[in-house]
């Protein structure tokens, strides 16, 4: 290859990568309290089966639709994890239990939290199975419950490596996998 056929290539590829580069940027939309943001630090972020986006934030929680920010704002209510529940409901995991966040009308109607049949008030992941069941990790173990209304408890003297649950996961084939 003679020395301007080299030139020659390393100009046509300098000015392509301009476009490559460009070609790789991602559009970013920053939401603050100045938004409706329900508190600045989020915990947490879960789309549900509608497309929503949901912020969980040590001040309560927030719905985006891409067009506007809702927020339910309570500053005892420290939201860790979501999952999506029946209808247009949320399973929301908090620092005090599983509260229930209806979504209603363009309102967020917030129930709870409580913490009965968990082995800890301090949920700290959720998972809403294929079929219907609610997983929730604690930082004292996990119970699930049922669709048929049962409350299985898992935790170190049941089997689990440790207590302290921090995260879950379900395969295509349906298995579950427990982070401890």
């Not at 509608?50 to 969980?56: A, S």
Request: charged share 15%.
């Amino acid at each position: 290859m003679t020395a301007r056929r080299r030139i020659l290539l390393v100009v046509i590829g300098s000015l392509m990568m301009p476009c490559a580069v460009r070609g790789q940027m991602y559009p970013f939309t920053t939401l603050t309290t100045a938004d409706g943001l329900a508190q600045s630090a989020v915990s947490c972020i879960f789309q549900d089966s509608r497309g929503r986006l949901w912020f969980g934030t040590w001040g309560g929680i927030s719905m985006y639709d891409a067009k506007q920010l809702r927020s339910y704002r309570n500053s005892a209510a420290r939201v860790t994890c979501i999952a999506e529940g029946p209808g247009d409901t949320l399973w929301v995991g908090t620092t005090a239990g599983i509260a229930r966040v209806v979504y209603q009308g363009g309102t967020l109607h917030w129930h709870g939290p409580s913490d009965d049949g968990l082995p800890s008030p301090y949920v700290i992941t959720m998972l809403k199975d294929v079929s219907g069941a609610l997983w929730v990790g604690t930082n004292k173990g996990l119970v699930v419950f049922t669709p048929s209304g049962e409350r299985l408890l898992f935790d170190a003297t049941t089997g689990l490596q440790d207590d302290h649950i921090t995260g879950l996961w379900q395969e295509p084939d349906g298995a579950v996998l427990i982070g401890s």
